[in-house]
Nanobody, 118 residues
Framework: QVLLVESGGGSVQAGGSLRLSCAASGYTYSVNCMGWLRQAPGKEREVVARIYTGGGSTYYADSVKGRFTISHDYAKNTVYLQMNSLEPEDTAMYYC???????????RGQGTQVTVSS
């Protein structure tokens, strides 16, 4: 089992920045992918970004490309999501996810709320 603990959510005005963190513990040797999902009220859950911890390759949803950056600290088993130029449409509950070898969401954190006001 892998435990994921998120931090860093909050409320900001449009154009502001937030940095989310997610620390993984437990059987992390089984994890080769970590990422972030989000879900806004009344909307489907979407993949925001993911990173493959071995090679460092990344994926971003089109809606966040150029504004969000995902990174991974191997020594700390922690993944970060730097979110810049935030928009009200980014308001959602953000969940950390991790998995492997073929999926990136075998495990999910409790979530952290991000609210962007206009």
């Amino acid at each position: 089992q892998v435990l994921l603990v998120e931090s860093g959510g909050g409320s900001v005005q449009a154009g502001g920045s937030l940095r989310l963190s997610c620390a993984a513990s437990g059987y992390t040797y089984s994890v080769n992918c970590m990422g972030w999902l989000r879900q806004a009220p009344g909307k489907e859950r979407e993949v925001v970004a993911r990173i493959y911890t071995g090679g460092g390759s990344t994926y971003y949803a089109d809606s966040v490309k150029g504004r969000f950056t995902i990174s991974h600290d191997y020594a700390k088993n922690t993944v970060y999501l730097q979110m810049n130029s935030l928009e009200p449409e980014d308001t959602a509950m953000y969940y950390c996810a991790a998995g492997g070898p073929t999926r990136c969401d075998n495990y999910r954190g409790q979530g952290t709320q991000v609210t962007v006001s206009s």
